[in-house]
């Protein structure tokens, strides 16, 4: 199995722009899509990012996701940061066929 | 409304086998463009994926615990039922069922709320 590895932590003001990155570590970042996820303390995940860059309803479009192949990673965007954004982000992709899904280590991010 | 919910032992002693269950509602589990995982994250660790199963009966595990995993489900009663053999202090955690749905792949679209089942003796 590969690793998605990221950031232990991040952190920024209100208003501004953070960017979380997520490295595969083999086989390719653009060979299977990417989820993020959001977990605020105290509660389940919910999605805020899947197939590499789409947002589900209800996702405000402050959040963006990307692929880099050249560093064979993913990205998780957030403009315009807000308090409620402090949370931990999960990135998640998977092998062929679509299993087995391999989830990023998290990274802590703080709003202040 | 989708939900899900999870249930089981609150505590289980090490060499025990966890009995989970997820109940859901607002889908079906015949539904071909969906179906149910399960997803545990250790206290103040990360999220680890554990298995799927999907509406044709189609499981899919996870290489390191494929050993002690089972999943079923009971789509009459809207359940989907995770074991896990052998229980050990490592796999204190809070589990989570999550409904996956198909479009271009399969993805999470709702989660569960979550149980923590400690092991300890």
């Known amino acids: 199995n590969f690793m998605l590895t990221q950031p232990h932590s991040v952190s920024e003001s209100p208003g501004k722009t953070v960017t979380i990155s997520c490295t595969r570590s083999s086989g390719s970042i653009a060979s299977n899509y990417v989820q993020w996820y959001q977990q605020r303390p105290g509660s389940a995940p919910t999605t805020v990012i899947y197939?590499?860059?789409?947002?589900p309803s209800g996702v405000p479009d402050r959040f963006s996701g990307s692929i880099d192949s050249s560093s064979n990673s993913a990205s998780l965007t957030i403009s315009g940061l807000k308090t409620e954004d402090e949370a931990d982000y999960y990135c998640?992709?998977?092998?062929?066929?679509?299993?087995?899904?391999?989830f990023g280590g998290g990274t802590k991010l703080t709003v202040l | 409304q989708v939900t899900l919910k999870e249930s089981g032992p609150v505590l289980v002693k090490p060499t025990e086998t966890l009995t989970l269950t997820c109940t859901v509602s607002g889908f079906s589990l015949s539904n071909a463009r969906m179906g149910v995982s399960w997803i545990r994250q250790p206290p103040g660790k990360a999220l680890e994926w554990l298995a799927h199963i999907f509406s044709n009966d189609e499981k899919s595990y996870s290489t390191s615990l494929k050993s002690r995993l089972t999943i079923s489900k009971d789509t009459s009663k809207s359940q989907v039922v995770l074991t896990m053999t052998n229980m050990d202090p490592v796999d204190t955690a809070t589990y989570y069922c999550?409904?996956?749905?198909?479009?271009?792949?399969?993805?999470?679209?709702?989660w569960g709320q979550g149980t923590l089942v400690t092991v300890s003796s």
């Open positions: 197939e590499d860059n789409q947002r």
């Open positions: 998640q992709s998977y092998d062929s066929s679509n299993h087995p899904w391999v």
């Open positions: 999550a409904r996956i749905t198909v479009a271009t792949i399969w993805r999470i679209d709702y």
